[in-house]
């Protein structure tokens, strides 16, 4: 089937999910259990179709490496056990090492808190012709920093600048940010895994019952259940002020592992296919050279 058809066809299973504009959005609105109507019984046929979308992910990536001129940076956010690794992992194994990087941003170290909150992920912006994965990012500085203001303490802000309107600042500085980035080349494209509480301990759960999980188990992350409605409340107010034609969020339901997968995998190659890459086109003069290469080498054989 023509590349062009599949993009349509998957076009509906994703479009339900992105958010391009933030007015109107409510998190209530996307139901983590939902697979849009695909059966758990449709698992297989899922895992066939992430195949193929790695695969064509594979492709796509080897044209924004040879062209040059874009970057790639995909934004993984979500609360602990929503699947962000594991989507990391299957999303973009086919991918060439050499032209992908993964950053995973944890609490700051002290020489990150000492510069600017966007010093340490500036630092990490996809070169063009790369695809950049953040594993958490600049949105940590307004959801968990927007659940635990005592963390502005740490990040060393002057005193009369933290203001009663300071998220509302950073997170329009995040949209302009974003807006410079993509003006500059860098496609920008970010996703939010909405896993459901019970889903969560459940996950939790497993986590502490399989032997083989129970390295993942953390208090921190039972602690932070406590603060759910919070860090409801922040996401919905970052995706409602930074969701824009050219930095959309996804808000993937997450409670279905092979479900979240493949919206990812659909989204970004649809992302990267929306920049039109092709090999670049070598001139007459290359043209001879190669020619003359290629003479050269049958020649000495
Ligand atoms: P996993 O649990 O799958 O290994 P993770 O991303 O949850 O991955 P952890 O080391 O468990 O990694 O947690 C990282 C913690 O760092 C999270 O609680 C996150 O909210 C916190 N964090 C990230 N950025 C900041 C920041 N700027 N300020 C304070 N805390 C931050
Ligand atoms: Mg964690």
Redo the contacts with the bound molecule.
């Keep these: 089937m023509k590349r062009k058809r599949v993009l349509d066809r998957i076009e509906p299973f994703i479009s339900p999910y992105r958010v391009t504009s933030g007015k109107k959005f409510r998190l209530a609105d996307i139901d983590p259990g939902d697979t849009h109507g695909l059966k758990s019984e449709s698992k297989a046929e899922a895992k066939e179709m992430l195949r193929r979308g790695v695969e064509w992910l594979e492709e796509l990536q080897d044209k924004l490496y040879a062209n040059d001129h874009w970057g790639q940076l995909v934004i993984f956010q979500a609360m602990?056990?929503a699947g962000?690794?594991s989507t990391i992992k299957h999303v973009m194994s086919g991918v060439n090492p050499q032209g992908c990087q993964v950053f995973?941003?944890?609490?700051?170290s002290p020489e990150e808190l000492d510069h600017d909150?966007m010093w340490r992920y500036s630092k990490c912006m996809p070169e063009r012709g790369r695809i950049g994965i953040f594993?958490?990012s600049?949105y940590?500085?307004v959801?968990?920093?927007r659940v635990?203001q005592e963390?502005l303490k740490?990040?060393k802000i002057p005193k009369r600048l933290i203001t009663k309107n300071i998220f509302e600042h950073r997170l329009e500085f995040i949209r302009a940010y974003e807006d410079y980035l993509s003006q500059n080349g860098i496609n920008v494209v970010k996703f939010f895994l909405h896993v459901s509480k019970d889903e969560q301990e459940r996950r939790f759960r497993e986590r502490l019952t399989r032997p083989e999980k129970n390295w993942?188990f953390?208090n921190?992350?039972l602690q932070?259940r406590s603060n759910w409605k919070a860090y409801m409340n922040a996401y919905e107010e970052a995706i409602r002020a930074t969701a824009t034609a050219n930095a959309p969020w996804y808000v993937v339901p997450a409670d279905n592992k092979w479900f979240t997968r493949l919206i990812v995998a659909g989204a970004i190659v649809q992302s990267l296919e929306n920049l039109d890459l092709s090999y670049p086109v070598i001139d007459k003069q290359q043209m001879a050279d190669l020619q003359r290469a290629k003479e050269e080498l049958i020649g000495l054989s």
């Design positions: 602990d056990a962000k690794d995973s941003f944890k609490q700051p909150y594993n958490r600049y940590e500085e959801l968990v920093v635990h963390l740490n990040e993942k953390s921190h992350d932070e």
